[in-house]
Antibody, heavy 116, light 114 residues
Framework: QVHLVQSGAEVKKPGASVKVSCKAS????????IHWVRQAPGQGLEWMGR????????DYAQKFQGRVTVTRDASISTAYMELSSLRPDDTAVYYC?????????WGQGTLVTVSS | DIVMTQSPDSVAVSLGERVIINCKSS????????????LAWYQQKSGQPPKLLIY???TRESGVPDRFSGSGSGTDFSLTISSLQAEDVAVYYC??????????FGQGTQVEVK
């Protein structure tokens, strides 16, 4: 059974960075892209980027270019999303999600709060 | 980036009635080499991650009730709930997962019971 388990909630100050992890199990980690999607309180879904766990190749939404980095450690079936230069409007739940065709499995979400 | 626009923003219907949600993309999502539309629909209930309902515009994900159906091609798509059930109250999102290297979601449609 496929599971994506994310790291716990974070509280950060403006200007800091945050790194969220996503551990996959129940399938071959290198066989499917891992994406990161965020959702601000009361708002919609926002696609941030993705990684090919086999090659390490990444794609990012234009909005986050230069501020987001997605990496992976295939030896432990874990993907990471690091967001830098945090602002209060980066406060959101961050989800990792696998794609087969579309996003078929999702992590439980990680709340990142940015506040001084 | 491809822009996805859903309508309406919210809809309220009685139990058992039909719901139609529309989604329009700023570019065609039809990929000619395989004749597939790279369009998916998700359901998100309060406090939960999204759940994939439909991909390739009209293919129902395993386990999704057949009252949910998707249609459309190119730039115009629809999600239909044929007979609204209480458990269908949620926000619904369309998403383009195109061969482009950037995916995007629509803004969401809230479905409620009247």
């Amino acid at each position: 059974q496929v599971h994506l388990v994310q790291s716990g909630a974070e509280v950060k100050k403006p200007g800091a960075s945050v790194k969220v992890s996503c551990k996959a199990s129940g399938y071959s980690f290198t066989g499917n892209y891992i994406h990161w999607v965020r959702q601000a309180p009361g708002q919609g879904l926002e696609w941030m980027g993705r990684i090919n766990p086999y090659t390490g190749d990444t794609d990012y939404a234009q909005k986050f270019q230069g501020r987001v980095t997605v990496t992976r450690d295939a030896s432990i079936s874990t993907a990471y999303m690091e967001l830098s230069s945090l602002r209060p409007d980066d406060t959101a739940v961050y989800y990792c999600t696998r794609s087969f065709y579309a996003n078929d499995y999702w992590g439980q979400g990680t709340l990142v709060t940015v506040s001084s | 980036d491809i822009v996805m626009t859903q309508s309406p923003d919210s809809v309220a219907v009685s139990l058992g009635e039909r719901v139609i949600i529309n989604c329009k993309s700023s570019q065609t999502l039809l990929y000619s080499p395989n004749n597939r539309n790279y369009l998916a629909w998700y359901q998100q209930k309060s406090g939960q991650p999204p759940k994939l309902l439909i991909y390739w515009a009209s293919t129902r994900e395993s386990g999704v009730p057949d009252r949910f159906s998707g249609s459309g091609s190119g730039t115009d798509f629809s999600l239909t709930i044929s007979s609204l059930q209480a458990e269908d109250v949620a926000v619904y999102y369309c998403q383009q997962f195109s061969v482009d290297h950037s995916w995007t979601f629509g803004q969401g449609t809230q479905v409620e019971v009247k």
